[in-house]
């Protein structure tokens, strides 16, 4: 026993919470930005194109050519969402070169038979595996890739499809839970996928895997916008206008050094987002797809996604500003200053290493 913790230790080898929900998810959450979501602004900027053209105007050509570009780019990076997943994982596992390299196939080969979460799962195992034999050999370059390939394509297709299943069934009763129970369901889910963007975890692989849509998705992404918006809007005192733009189209993960150091300052737009949930369930019927929902405002994806699946219209774009952005500014704002007055919160409090 002693000796297969010398060797898991040597290998880097680590079975922790932090090691595959930290490191490994959030490095997914990398690959899935540099494929599927990239892929999803880039295809829809091609679409709009297209709609504000009016179609095969002839007039048009070149701009419609640009338009054809854009929509073939973003389709192809979007197919290869696995190829994606597959280096990120690898590299949150910090796998050596050639485990991280075949991992390229092996989150192809989850994502074909288990999609995102399935793509995740292959990759993890094959890139362990991996890890494990290599340069232990004089035929690292031939069993190295190989023993990463075999065991992640097993793990492909007599796991991922079940894990793949579960995340989707779960999903299901997310969003089943939230139509019966809006109100309720609204803050609940705002609250804690808004939680899990602000955390050191990708609340955007998890509604990707859960694939989160309909009301339930309305809900998250309001829970996110109100923690980066939020987070952008009263710490404005302390980093200014950088800080303004890091979070309020970047992230609000930068605040966790100083959420550990005071609690108190993730209060204004986590109970933000808990008011803006049910709005966003109850009276507005706001509404995402799942690669939008636990994006919020970062690179503008929770709002394009929320335009694909409510469509582009003057009265969305009037809830788009509302919710997303004017309701958690203002919230953020308020709960802050009470904190302020009663001295949990001051100023520095906010300050990032920028």
Known sequence: ?????????????????????????????????????????????????????????????????????????????????????GVAVAWGLKAPPLVLFTSVVTGMMGATFGGPAGAFVATAVGAEFGKGISKETKVDIILTPALTLIMGMLTAKMIGPFV??????????????????????????AVIVGLALTAPISSAALCIMLDLTGLAAGAATVGCCAQMVGFAVISYRDNGIGGLLAQGLGTSMLQVPNIVKNPWILLPPTL??????????????????????????????????????????????????LLHVILPAILALLINGFLRKLKRIKDGDYLLDL
Not at 168 to 188: D, R
């Open 1 to 85: 026993m002693k000796k297969f913790k010398a060797f898991l230790k040597r290998k880097d080898i680590v079975f922790s919470t932090k090691r595959y929900l930290q490191d490994a998810l959030s490095a997914m959450a990398l690959g899935l930005f540099a494929t599927l979501l990239i892929g999803l602004i880039i295809k829809t900027m091609g679409q709009q194109t297209i709609l504000l053209i009016g179609g095969d105007d002839t007039n048009l050509t070149t701009i419609k050519a640009i338009a054809d570009f854009l929509i073939e780019t973003g389709t192809i990076a979007m197919g290869l969402m696995g190829a994606g997943i």
């Open 164 to 189: 793949d299943a579960l995340m989707k069934g779960l999903g299901q009763l997310i969003m089943k839970a939230t139509e019966l129970q809006p109100f309720m369901f609204g803050i609940i889910i």
């Open 272 to 321: 933000a987002g808990a008011i803006i949930g049910p709005l966003a369930t109850v009276i507005f019927k706001m509404d995402n797809i799942a690669l939008g929902a636990g994006m919020g405002t970062s690179g503008l994806v929770g709002q394009i996604g929320t335009f694909t699946a409510m469509g582009f219209s003057a009265d969305v774009l009037f809830k788009v500003i």
